[in-house]
Nanobody
Framework: QVQLVESGGGLVQAGDSLRLSCVVSGRLFSRHGMGWFRQAPGKEREFVATISWNSGYTYYSDSVKGRFTISRDNAKSTIYLQMNTLKAEDTAIYYC????????????????????WGQGTQVTVSS
């Protein structure tokens, strides 16, 4: 059974930083690209960032580019999302997800391409 567990969310002020973590079990983690998505109240889940199986590429939404950094540690089956200069509009539940195909070679921001999801972690940024 594949499980993804996010952690690291919380309540911060605008301009602060947070680092989210996502631990994956039950899948050959090192073969799959990973992604972070977020969902704000009343809005659809949206793409935030993705990283390839070997960290060969990373790709970000325009709204977080330059502020967020995705990374992974295959030895720990964990991905991270370092979030700097947080804004009120970053407030959302953040989800990690695994890409359904192995050895992906190009970034994929389509949430339909991701098959396993964590339960989410709340990030609240006060202005």
């Amino acid at each position: 059974q594949v499980q993804l567990v996010e952690s690291g969310g919380g309540l911060v002020q605008a301009g602060d930083s947070l680092r989210l973590s996502c631990v994956v079990s039950g899948r050959l983690f090192s073969r799959h690209g990973m992604g972070w998505f977020r969902q704000a109240p009343g809005k659809e889940r949206e793409f935030v960032a993705t990283i390839s199986w070997n960290s060969g590429y990373t790709y970000y939404s325009d709204s977080v580019k330059g502020r967020f950094t995705i990374s992974r540690d295959n030895a720990k089956s964990t991905i991270y999302l370092q979030m700097n200069t947080l804004k009120a509009e970053d407030t959302a539940i953040y989800y990690c997800a695994t890409h359904r195909f192995e050895w992906g070679s190009s970034p994929d921001s389509d949430r339909r391409s991701y098959d396993y999801w964590g339960q989410g972690t709340q990030v609240t940024v006060s202005s």
